[in-house]
C-alpha cells in the first residue's frame, strides 16, 4: 500500500512539474503588449432632492378681511333724517315727514302711470327757419403814414400848407428818395376831409405858390393837387438866388395856415450862422410844424434845425428813412 501512495504521489508531483515546465516556456515565448489608456472622468454626487414635509392644518382656518380707514369720507350722501357728523353725512335743515306706505294691490301693473297734461295758454313753439349764411365783405383798412396821423390827430378844420424845397442843396437828392417824399404828400392828400382845406408851394430859386388862398377838399381838388405834387419839379428854376425854409415860413406865416408840412434838408442860405433861438422865431404864424426830412442822421445841422422848428411850433420831426 506504501508503494502505490508513493508511485502515486510521484507521479501526480512528475505532472504538476511537466504541466509548470511547458506553462513557463509558453509564457515566455509570447510578446505581450502593454498598453496604457487614461479615462478623464468627473464623478458627481446626485444629491437627492428634499422632501419638504407639509402638516395639514387640523381645521379650515378663517381668513379674516382687512377693514379700511373710514375716517375720510369718499361719498357724501344727502340725508334729511341723519344727523351731520364726520363721515361726510349731511342733514337736511328739517327731518322729512315720515308717512306710512299704503296696502300695495299685487294685481295692479308695475310701471308709470299714462297722464295726460293740458296747457292752458302756452306759447305756440315755431319751427326754426335755417337762413342761409351770408359771409360779410372784409374792409380793408389803408394803412395811414406817420403825416397822416398827425393830422388827424388836430382837431376841427385844419388849414394845410404843403412846402417843399428844391433848392440847390437839394439837387443831390437821390430821384427815388425825393419821389418818396412826394408819393407820402399824395397820399396824405386823400385822407384830408371835407372841412379842411389846403394849397401847395416849392421854393429854389424863386417861391411858387400852386393857387392863391386856401383850396377846399374835394375829390376833383384832392385830384388836381396830387398831380401838381407829381410834377413839381418841372414847375421849378435854377437860376437865380436860392431862397431857403426861412423865407418860405415867412411867406407862409402870412396866409395863417393851422399846419405846416415842410419837406427841406434844413439848411438855411440866407443865415450865415444861424442862431436856433433865431431860427425858432420864423416859426411863429404858422401853426403847427411838421418837418421831414430825408438822408440825413438825427445830429446833422439841417436836422438839428428842423427839430428846433418842430419843438417850437408843437409840432413833430420825422426823419423818413430812419
Known amino acids: 500500500m506504501k508503494s502505490k501512495s508513493s508511485k502515486s504521489l510521484l507521479i501526480s508531483v512528475a505532472l504538476h512539474a511537466i504541466v509548470g515546465v511547458i506553462g513557463v516556456l509558453f509564457w515566455f515565448s509570447t510578446n505581450p503588449t502593454r498598453e496604457v489608456a487614461s479615462i478623464n472622468a468627473i464623478l458627481i454626487s446626485e444629491e437627492k432632492p428634499k422632501v419638504r414635509r407639509v402638516t395639514p392644518p387640523k381645521r379650515t382656518q378663517v381668513r379674516h378681511q382687512k377693514t379700511r380707514d373710514v375716517s375720510q369720507p369718499r361719498l357724501k350722501i344727502l340725508t334729511s333724517n341723519a344727523p351731520p357728523s364726520n363721515r361726510g353725512v349731511v342733514s337736511a335743515a328739517e327731518p322729512a315727514p315720515f308717512q306710512p306706505f299704503g296696502e300695495l294691490n299685487i294685481g295692479d ?98 417861391l411858387v405858390v400852386y393857387q392863391d388862398g386856401f383850396i377846399p377838399v374835394t375829390e376833383d381838388t384832392v385830384s388836381a393837387g396830387a398831380a401838381y405834387l407829381a410834377d413839381i419839379q418841372a414847375q421849378m428854376r435854377s437860376k437865380g438866388t436860392d431862397q431857403d425854409m426861412l423865407t418860405a415860413l415867412t411867406a407862409i406865416a402870412e396866409t395863417v395856415p393851422t399846419i405846416v408840412v415842410l419837406f427841406s434838408d434844413g439848411i438855411p442860405t440866407t443865415l450865415e450862422s444861424p442862431d436856433l433861438a433865431l431860427v425858432g422865431r420864423h416859426a411863429a404864424g404858422n401853426g403847427r410844424i411838421f418837418a421831414m426830412g430825408i438822408g440825413m442822421a438825427p445830429n446833422f445841422p439841417g436836422a438839428v434845425m428842423l427839430k428846433q422848428l418842430a419843438n417850437v411850433s408843437e409840432g413833430e420831426l420825422w426823419l423818413v428813412d430812419r
Open 109 to 206: 301693473a308695475v310701471g308709470p302711470a299714462t297722464t295726460t297734461v293740458e296747457f292752458g295758454n302756452a306759447p305756440r313753439v315755431q319751427k326754426s327757419i335755417e337762413r342761409p349764411f351770408v359771409k360779410k365783405p372784409k374792409t380793408e383798412t389803408r394803412p395811414k403814414s406817420r403825416l397822416v396821423k398827425f393830422i388827424e390827430a388836430q382837431e376841427g378844420a385844419q388849414r394845410i400848407v404843403y412846402c417843399i424845397d428844391l433848392s440847390t442843396s437839394m439837387q443831390n437828392l437821390p430821384e427815388a428818395k425825393l419821389r418818396k417824399i412826394v408819393n407820402l404828400l399824395r397820399d396824405s392828400l386823400t385822407f384830408l376831409e371835407a372841412h379842411d382845406s389846403f394849397n401847395i408851394m416849392a421854393f429854389s430859386a424863386e
